[in-house]
């Protein structure tokens, strides 16, 4: 039976969940961006605030105001979503405002988990408002005392349930093993049945009052009638768990009125019934939990099993210590006291056990779906509440182990001896079930808070996610380095400048959580090591240049991956420490460039499009040189040791433009008119494959399963060619008139594509043909991108805007933009690749000159092409971090040598203002692991331990019969 009792909670969650529509939520609504951003300042009124939020609002209860700076609305109060965006909440403004700070005020309310949020911001208009620290979310909203205080009764209420049905199955079959313990424990079985059944009506009941105080505490939130709070998506939920609680009060009162009508003990099917109906309602408390912030289902199967497991746990130890053993010491058989506790403490146990190892590898995984960066999670409220949680689930097992490890072995010494159970302490055993209870219910109101509070993230906004405050930024020009740490015990804005090979200033400033300068800070220091190279650690003191800031000079001696340790020392409190892992290069301003060209040997050639072959030591360049009357195309090798050039002729196609170099050494070539070809340089033969439509073929990639994507400009669509089959099929883009114009692939296996047409990037599941646009939001814009490269060291897109004469860096997961300085606003930003010391290279087409820019700092430089008019489109960089450039009307392919001089620069005593958001080095996943091998193995040997226990209690029991 024990182990088909282990399907009812796997069906009963997926039942729920066919019933009941997923939406993604979060714990609150939190505002990840607008429009204007919070703290800027416009030269002019824009037409209308945009704010975006974290998860789906309900528009019909949901407000936002701008106030002026005479505190009357300019708004036209006519909210709405933004571009059908059910994240995000707009409202127009009144035309020609005048100069001055204005508010932004929000209340928004979670379509999902019932939350209402509050928020506000400033901008300016004309002029620059005061800028505070980045929002942070009240108190109230961090903790939600009036939704915890209306859930709670339903948690304490729903683990009474399950646990006690669950217990009633489980707890007596070893019992009926023994004749004479079972005939004795019957004639209490029919009382502790009844009073189950009462346990698991109070439960019931406990969870329709929740459910009441949940819809009102909403109705009130939202300032509207319980029906129309019913009406809200959250209301669909509710309206599921109020039909399935309701559901259970019948069966419970059904099954207790038979009790009593016909004197017998309720069936184990009645009792599954109560136990399903109790995992049902468990089900929408997932629903509504942190487990549904990351829209997985996983996420909330598994937030179901560690609550289904939890309430197992601690709704048993409510059924043991208040109904079950103070009836089972009260038995008339001396004999049978100690032998039934004795029976009934190891098969408890044995599912404790187990629940702790499910709940150790479902709570760090939960954990870690919805945030992973633990020192974020340690510094919140949040993880507070869950380290208090953590110590009372540890005080819980200590006294289980109690329980198993003494009271257990008394009770056997009684059962052998024949004594009683009152002068061996077994007789106190119900009160300590009792306490125990208590702590479990202490536990399960730090859960409620866990549950309505705010996620870290919600707490700590400016911690989130990259340029919370706007999704669209623009990265300062040599800023340095500065990057914010966050601790368990405090804050430390970090400034190194100018963050490259030779001498840095450093300075550190220490902050407590509430944001406050830290107090009590005597000294600081810093420790560098370069692990790589065996050096360190360095440690350098500081000078103190104010109260909680200290600064230092201090020298990376060699370019690579520097850890630094960075401590406040506080004698009369926890130090403040962190570390973080810098990857210093030199300063642009000390690089060397050599540039060597090749020039093709031909009258007349226009080289496009570079391709690395590092098998055969070659740079392949097809050229894009149209012939009239030939059909012939040619495809020019460069020996990269030599500098000579072999000319490999393809027929059937006059021009060569884009080109990808597959796994076994063929090279897949476009000419642009409409055709694919595959050459063998080996055989030098080649084979053509026609579009099945008319078009202009802008770019080639092939992905990681061999297949090939061609955008086609006019057709809006891209191409994909199955070379096994030899069958094209295509994605069409979402956007009319997108005019795709390159094609890439990134890490994970998607291919991106630039859309000069519509401003925007599109992102094509390789898998799936799902694609994903991205642009940034209000009026920002992407002025013409051209090319998507993937950093190859990061996950970071980088995108060069033609017309923007810049580029920008897009961050995938948190679909933010960076815009950085132009390097030359001349230049037309086009093909991109980086060196080896980490910056990004990119041609600027119509100016002979490469822009050279470390995106880490800001710091840009350029490289002089001295051939006139060279025209560079296209370039790469090889394994050596050589940067190769493609001169078309040049004639010529170029190879820049990149060096390191000597740092020439002393940094000054400046002090860069920290502005970028955490960067969590604790990550969650470097701790989660080895804890879950070691909590399983654990609860494996607790488990053996408890089953042996069993079985050599039965078989005592046993012989006193």
């Given at each position: 039976m024990g182990r088909r009792l282990l399907y009812v909670p796997v069906m009963v969650a997926v039942a729920a969940l066919l019933i009941v529509n997923v939406q993604q939520a979060s714990a609150h609504p939190i505002l990840t961006g607008s429009d204007p951003r919070p703290f800027a300042s416009v030269s002019s009124t824009p037409p209308e605030v945009t704010v975006h939020f974290s998860e789906a609002i309900e528009i019909d209860y949901s407000k936002i105001a701008v106030l002026g700076p005479d505190g009357s609305r300019v708004d036209r109060n006519d909210p709405g979503y933004a571009d059908g965006d059910t994240a995000s909440l707009r409202v127009s403004l009144q035309p020609n405002l005048p100069e001055g700070v204005y508010t932004v005020t929000t209340r928004v309310l979670s379509a999902v988990d019932g939350h209402v949020v509050d928020n506000a911001f400033t901008f300016g208009i004309g002029v620059a408002p005061v800028e505070t620290d980045s929002p942070s979310a009240p108190q109230s909203d961090v903790l939600s005392p009036e939704e915890s205080a209306s859930r709670f009764p339903g948690m304490v209420g729903q683990i009474i349930v399950v646990g006690a049905a669950f217990g009633t199955l489980w707890l007596w079959k070893p019992l009926e093993k023994v004749p004479w313990l079972a005939n004795a424990v019957a004639a209490r079985r029919h009382e502790i049945d009844r009073k189950m059944l009462g346990l698991v009506i109070i439960g019931t009941g406990l969870v329709l009052a929740s459910n009441a105080a949940m819809i009102s505490v909403q109705a009130y939130e939202i300032n509207a009638s319980i029906g129309d709070a019913i009406a809200t998506k959250f209301g669909t939920i509710w309206t599921t768990r109020m039909i399935e609680s309701s559901i259970l009060m019948i069966i419970a009162v059904f099954v207790q009125r038979k009790m009593a009508r016909e004197g017998a003990i309720p069936s184990r099917a009645e009792m599954i019934a109560i136990l399903v109906m109790g995992l049902a309602v468990l089900v929408t408390s997932s629903l509504i939990s942190h487990g549904a912030a990351t829209g997985q289902t996983a996420a909330i199967l598994l937030d179901f099993f560690h609550n289904a497991a939890a309430s197992i746990w601690i709704g048993g130890v409510v059924l043991m210590g208040f109904v079950v053993v103070p009836r089972l010491l009260a038995l008339s058989d001396e004999r049978a006291r100690p032998a039934a506790i004795s029976i009934l403490i190891p098969r408890f146990s044995t599912v404790v056990v187990t629940i702790l190892g499910l709940s150790v590898i479902t709570g760090p995984l939960l954990l870690f779906m919805i945030e992973d960066n633990l020192s974020l999670t340690l510094a919140s409220t949040y993880g507070r509440v869950l380290i208090i949680k953590l110590a009372l689930a540890g005080v819980m097992v200590g006294m289980g182990a109690y329980s198993q490890a003494v009271v257990q072995k008394k009770a056997v010494a009684a059962m052998a001896g024949g004594q009683s159970i009152q002068h061996t302490g077994v007789g106190r055993y119900g009160r300590t079930l009792k306490a125990e209870a208590g702590v479990g219910i202490a536990l399960l109101l730090m859960v409620s808070l866990m549950a309505n509070g705010a996620l870290p993230e919600g707490e700590f906004p400016q911690y989130a996610k990259d340029d919370t405050q706007s999704a669209f930024a623009q990265a300062p020009a040599d800023r340095g380095y500065v990057q914010t740490l966050i601790t368990s015990a405090g804050r430390i804005d970090l400034a190194v400048k100018p963050y490259a090979v030779g001498q840095n200033t450093f300075t550190l400033s220490f902050?407590?959580?509430?944001?406050?300068?830290?107090?009590?800070?005597?000294?600081?220091?810093?420790?560098?090591?370069?692990?790589?190279?065996?050096?360190?650690p360095i440690t350098v003191e500081t000078a103190k240049k104010s109260e909680g800031v200290y600064t230092a000079e201090a020298a990376f001696g060699i370019a690579g991956t520097w850890s630094v340790v960075v401590e406040g020392v506080r004698p009369e409190s926890t130090n403040i420490v962190a570390s973080i892992d810098l990857d210093v290069g030199p300063a642009v301003s000390d690089l060397a460039f050599e540039l060597t060209e090749y020039r093709i040997p031909t009258s007349r050639s226009l080289p496009l499009f570079p391709v690395l072959d590092g098998e055969r030591n070659s740079i392949w360049v097809g050229d894009s040189l149209p012939v009239q009357g030939s059909t012939t195309g040619k495809i020019w090798q460069l020996d990269m040791a030599t500098g000579n050039y072999t000319l490999h002729e393809v027929q059937g196609a006059a021009i060569i433009t884009q080109m990808a170099l597959d796994g076994n050494g063929m090279l897949w070539y476009i000419d642009p008119t409409g055709i694919l070809g595959m050459y063998d340089p080996d055989t030098r033969a080649n084979k053509n494959f026609q579009l099945p439509q008319k078009g202009i073929v802008s770019g080639l990639v092939m992905?990681?399963?061999?297949?090939?994507w061609m955008p086609v400009v006019q057709l809006n669509r891209v191409f994909r060619f199955d070379p096994s089959t030899e069958q094209f099929t295509y994605v069409d883009l979402p956007t009319a008139g997108s005019?795709?114009?390159?094609?890439?692939?990134?890490?994970?296996?998607?291919?991106?594509?630039?859309?000069?047409?519509?401003?925007?990037?599109?992102m094509i599941d390789t898998?799936?043909?799902?694609v994903t646009e991205y642009a940034p939001p209000g009026s920002n814009k992407l002025d013409e991108p051209t090319v998507v490269f993937q950093d190859p060291d990061s996950n970071t897109l980088f995108i060069s805007e033609h017309t923007g004469h810049t580029v920008t860096a897009f961050n995938p997961l948190f679909e933010t933009f960076r815009e950085y300085p132009s390097v030359n606003d001349g230049g037309l930003p086009f093909g991109m690749a980086k060196d080896r010391f980490g910056n990004l290279w990119y041609a600027q087409h119509e100016i002979d000159r490469i822009a050279v820019l470390d995106p880490r700092t800001g710091q840009s430089t350029e490289v002089k092409i001295p051939t006139p008019g060279s025209f560079v489109q296209y370039i790469l960089s090889d394994d050596l971090g050589n940067i190769w450039i493609a001169e078309q009307q040049g004639a010529k392919i170029g190879k820049?040598?990149?060096?390191?001089?000597?740092?020439?620069q002393q940094p000054g005593p400046e002090e860069p203002e920290?502005?970028?958001?955490?960067?969590m080095n604790l990550p969650l996943a470097d701790y989660a692991g080895p804890g879950i091998a070691a909590g399983i193995i654990i609860a494996g040997l607790l488990y053996a331990k408890s089953a042996t226990d069993l079985r050599r209690n039965v078989r005592e029991a046993s012989k006193l019969g």
């Open positions: 902050f407590d959580l509430d944001g406050k300068p830290a107090s009590g800070i005597e000294s600081a220091s810093v420790k560098m090591t370069n692990v790589e190279r065996g050096i360190g992905d990681g399963d061999g297949n090939l005019i795709p114009v390159a094609v890439s692939l990134d890490r994970n296996g998607n291919v991106w594509v630039a859309e000069s047409g519509s401003d925007r990037i599109a898998k799936t043909g799902a820049i040598v990149v060096t390191a001089r000597p740092p020439m920290p502005e970028q958001q955490a960067e």
